[in-house]
Nanobody, 124 residues
């Protein structure tokens, strides 16, 4: 069973930084696509970033390019999202998602693992 557990969210002032973590279990970590979506009530879910643990290919949504960095530690089955220069519009619940299929790639289109989410709030 695919399990994803996020941590690291919180309240931060605009311009500040947070580091999200996603601990994964239940599947082979070194040949998947794994990344982050964010959800704001009343808005569509948005893919933020993704990394392929097969070849380290990364994807970033345009609004976070240059501010967010995704990385993975295959030995710890964990993916991280370093978020710098945070803006109030980054406020959302951030969910970790994984595509463990043999066709997995970034950006993630279909996923078979979804975490419970961690709240990120950026105050102005």
């Amino acid at each position: 069973e695919v399990q994803l557990v996020e941590s690291g969210g919180g309240l931060v002032q605009a311009g500040g930084s947070l580091r999200l973590s996603c601990a994964a279990s239940g599947f082979t970590f070194d040949d998947i696509a794994i990344g982050w979506f964010r959800q704001v009530p009343g808005k569509e879910r948005e893919g933020v970033s993704c990394i392929s643990t097969r070849d380290d290919t990364t994807y970033y949504e345009d609004s976070v390019k240059g501010r967010f960095t995704i990385s993975s530690d295959n030995a710890k089955n964990t993916v991280y999202l370093q978020m710098n220069s945070l803006k109030p519009e980054d406020t959302a619940v951030y969910h970790c998602a994984a595509d463990t299929s043999v066709w997995s790639s970034c950006p993630i289109v279909e996923y078979d693992g979804w975490g419970q989410g961690t709240q990120v709030t950026v105050s102005s």
